[in-house]
Nanobody, 123 residues
Framework: VQLQAYGGGLVQAGGSLRLSCAAS????????MGWFRQAPGKERDVVAL????????YYADSVKGRFTISRDNAKNTVYLQMNSLKPEDTAVYYC?????????????????WGQGTQVTVSS
């Protein structure tokens, strides 16, 4: 089982990036998925969550209204559209597969993780 996250990069404040996370090895269409991020010296925090069919989403307060999580179960892929980026969004972003169809905010409830993709927002 592999999760491949990509789409990160360097962008100016106010810009946009779209992260993708493609899963291979098995289908995750019945599992919740999430995006987390970790800045240097800080804990890994939840960014956005999506349930198994995309009908329910959750966003951290810091990204609400700017980020959008979505998924395409036919492609076994989850996305994170990030708009109006701020320097404080700079971090390594990780995608993860939850242990069941309802994702939670605690990283301990995820059993597959991508390798992370760096997002750097310059001021």
């Amino acid at each position: 089982v592999q999760l491949q996250a990509y789409g990160g990069g360097l962008v100016q404040a106010g810009g946009s990036l779209r992260l993708s996370c493609a899963a291979s090895g098995r289908t995750f269409s019945t599992y919740g998925m999430g995006w987390f991020r970790q800045a240097p010296g800080k804990e890994r925090d939840v960014v956005a969550l999506i349930n198994w069919n995309g009908g329910s989403t959750y966003y951290a307060d810091s990204v609400k209204g700017r980020f959008t999580i979505s998924r395409d179960n036919a492609k076994n892929t989850v996305y994170l559209q990030m708009n109006s980026l701020k320097p404080e969004d700079t971090a390594v972003y990780y995608c993860a597969v939850a242990r069941n169809h309802i994702p939670t905010t605690d990283p301990i409830n995820y059993h597959y993780w991508g390798q992370g993709t760096q997002v750097t927002v310059s001021s």
